[in-house]
């Protein structure tokens, strides 16, 4: 099992891979359209991946949760590659007194795609392998979750990614809130209120009842 810091150590390798290929790439890609001396690369890969290691440290980037990837961690990846464009044509305008925005843009374009993506494909990977220890014939208990807010997302990530989500099996969440009635959190259904869980019990043949709260 990988610890936390080879955790990071693993997304910071892969990130550095993605800069390099995405300062090539769009290299090749601008050169036909654009005069770029091929000197001005290994600055420019330089300065790039800087930027966006000291921005991803301050957006914290390399610290998160990556088998949870919701829209928090993709902003937090954007707000990065931005800062990371934009310090980086102030730095090459500085050093090199000239930049090419086009290619800075397409820099940032290919990276920021690219590392999201590989925070989406991790985070698959994990719901697929714990959905085949799902689908093992292994007994789960069947969970209803009151709270569908915020510590209700959180638990169902929770259960959802942890190795043993073969044991327990939500079948749906209850909230009073009327405007989050039969909406969906996470792929789980609000299927009533407080007033309906002991028909829902009976009904869904429910084991375990779990309330989440924000503390």
Known sequence: MLTRKRKILIIALVDFLILLFSNLFAYLFMDPFVSLEVSSLPGMMLIT?????????LFKVFTRMNRYTNL??????????????????????????????????????????????????????IERKNGWRKDRGEKAQRTLVIGAGEAG????????????????????????DPNK??????GIQVKGTIEDLPD????????????????
């Open 181 to 186: 009635q039969r909406i969906y959190l996470e």
């Open 49 to 57: 991946t800087g930027m966006y290691f000291v921005f991803g440290v």
């Open 72 to 125: 928090q961690e993709i902003i937090a990846i954007v707000l990065t590659t931005t800062s990371m464009a934009v310090s980086s044509l102030l730095l090459n305008w500085l050093f090199y007194g000239s930049f090419s925005k086009r290619m800075m843009t397409f820099i940032f374009l290919v990276s920021t795609l690219l590392i999201v993506m590989s925070r989406l494909m991790w985070r698959l990977y």
């Open 153 to 176: 997302r959180i638990l169902i990530n929770s259960v959802t990614h942890s190795l043993t989500a073969h044991e327990i099996d939500i079948i749906g969440l209850i909230d009073d």
């Open 200 to 215: 829902l019990i009976k009904e869904h043949q429910i084991d375990m009842v779990t309330i989440a709260i924000p503390s």
